[in-house]
């Protein structure tokens, strides 16, 4: 089914940025004159937009052959017009210009891209301005104004000295710009422009000479390789992994008297990065076209149904009204709906799978099957809210001054059977989704809070690995295997920094957690004591392998009591507690790859970061070069043997920008250490 559109400022693929073009209802670069003159002609057509894509069969041959490309489209979220994939050789992202370029891709789609032709390539303007505006875009333009020309001005500043002068090709129409300022193709944060010089001066008119047009086309070449960005168009779509759902509002079309305002509402996605979306009017509230205003604030879910070709916008439905636009909860589940996370509540044939009868108790079988370790001093260290206590941890001193040290482990595989409701529930979500005030689980609360969380006092089922280690952290013995354990209490990390921090002191029984009587304060104490000493020889040791660490400050949010909403924040501070049990899963992490390498070589897979961009790498070296800080980036470790130095962590940090410390994250690393647990630095546009 075609629709009426509203023609908006598009650049057709691989118009320069800055040449003014517009994508209008007769054409690109149609003037208002061009406009009446051809009304007639085009009356009762339609023009595609956007480009039919390729089959399936043009898409296979193309990247066998090389001549296309695929990856997963990045849009970026501040300028919605720019988009990337990777580089197939490491190289700088492949750029997409626009939405017509991105063919109705939309972000995190898997996508087959075309390369556009060299001289279509944006043109890196170097040290550009983060802070000057951007030309207007389709979100930007209000629907009333779909159709106008919308005139695009000269950037200010033309009386600077050029930083670039590049050749360009302009017809006819562009005659009078081309005695003024000459735009030309930059990084989408500032327009370069080549200024004449006034009349009147001396040899302002003289044409260049040949020696002059040669030094300009060596300039402009050697400027080429340097500068220029690899450009491309989407020409198909292979996964669609977008959820084509979005939280936005509505509201009516402008045109009163076009067929389309009998037909269709506007719904207007919060985020930009999603086209506006025709909505048929029977989905709309009844009172919604007599009383739009009411609705005016109140925040809708629409899901994306078709977009055609000859369409700025796409066709989609309502699926439901989320309540008053700015309220916590409504933008929750518009968040969580747009991002595809499955937030309902778990069926009836899930929970069957789990236990019925309450409280539940280990089955006297499994006893004869697992390793007691009811009587160790065992323990967790969590954050004082955490109610899903998944880890726990132990140390009992040798008589040869060595260390028995666990990490144990809630065995959940237990009460998952393969293949069950549960297990496959579990496996479309995949993962726990952790927001400021609420937890979407993968798992049902009953399992998460209950059956699996290694409670206190409570006897659990567990999965262990045990070591003897000396107290330098070099392993002597290691064992792996199913185990029950009773812990005896649930330090928060507080706890567990007040120990640390007072070693020979004693604290006091009412700044403490509850301790069962089969164990005291004092051993728990010398216990977490004895942890950190350790803990500290493993982190020594990872980072002289070649481990690399780069922090980045993280917000903490403190909860009002009665209604769970923020209430302020502050910088979380990582602390020894936190290192120690950092260290002690990297530890049980490596343990298990290294035993699953051993017993099952063939399929064993090791999860790892990809090389880091060339590009990225060489952008920041010469950085560093520039400001008198050679940096050494053939290893991860020699990175971090140089950013001890604080000089050197503040420039990575306020200098080089989140593109630079992404490629640092990507250095090799020494093959026995495996990835640091802690989330990777993405660049500002992912």
Known sequence: ???????????????????????????????????????????????????????????????????????????????????????????????????????????????????????????????????????????????????????????????????????????????????????????????LAVHVPDKGKEDSHAPATKDENTSLSQDTRALSEKSLQKSAKVVYILEKKHSRAATGILKLLADKNSELFKKYALFSPSDHRVPRIYVPLKDCPQDFVTRPKDYANTLFICRIIDWKEDCNFALGQLAKSLGQAGEIEPETEGILTEYGVDFSDFSSDVLECLPQSLPWTIPPEEFSKRRDLRKDCIFTIDPSTARDLDDALSCRPLTDGTFEVGVHIADVSYFIPEGSYLDKVAAERATSVYLVQKVVPMLPRLLCEELCSLNPMTDKLTFSVIWTLTPEGKILKEWFGRTIICSCTKLSYDHAQSMIENPTGKIREEELPPISPEHSSKEVHQAVLNLHSI????????????????????????????????????IYEYRDSNKLVEEFMLLANMAVAHKIFRTFPEQALLRRHPPPQTKMLSDLVEFCDQMGLPVDVSSAGALNAMNHSCTLQVVLKHKAGPMALEALSALPRAPQVLIDPEPLLKPDYI
Not at 20 to 34: E, I, N, R
Not at 38 to 55: L, V
Not at 542 to 554: E, I, P, S, Y
């Open 535 to 570: 803990a500290k020889q493993l982190r020594r040791q990872r980072f002289v392998d070649g481990a690399l660490r780069l922090d980045q400050l993280k917000l903490a949010f403190t909860l009002d009591h009665e209604t769970g909403l923020p209430q302020g924040c502050h």
């Open 1 to 191: 089914m075609n629709h009426p559109d509203c023609r908006l400022n598009l650049r057709p693929t691989g118009t320069p940025r800055g040449v003014s073009s517009v994508v209008g209802p007769h054409g690109v670069g149609a003037s208002p004159g061009d406009k009446k003159s051809k009304n007639k002609s085009m009356r009762g057509k339609k023009k595609s937009i956007f480009e039919t894509y390729i089959s399936k069969e043009e898409v296979s041959e193309g990247l066998k052959r090389g001549t296309l490309i695929q990856g997963v489209l990045r849009i970026n979220p501040k300028k919605f017009h720019e988009a990337f994939i990777p580089s197939p050789d490491g190289d700088r992202d492949i750029f997409i210009d626009g939405v017509v370029a991105r063919n109705r891709a939309l972000n995190g789609d898997h996508v087959v891209v075309k390369l556009l032709p060299e001289d279509q390539w944006k043109v890196i303007k170097p040290e550009s301005n983060d802070k000057e505006t951007e030309a207007t875009y389709e979100s930007d333009v209000p629907e009333e104004c779909c159709g106008h020309h919308l005139l695009q001005q000269s950037p200010k500043g033309c009386n600077d000295s050029p930083d670039v002068i590049i050749e360009a090709q302009f017809d006819d129409s562009d005659s009078e710009d081309r005695h003024g300022n000459i735009h030309v193709l930059v990084d989408g944060l500032k327009k």
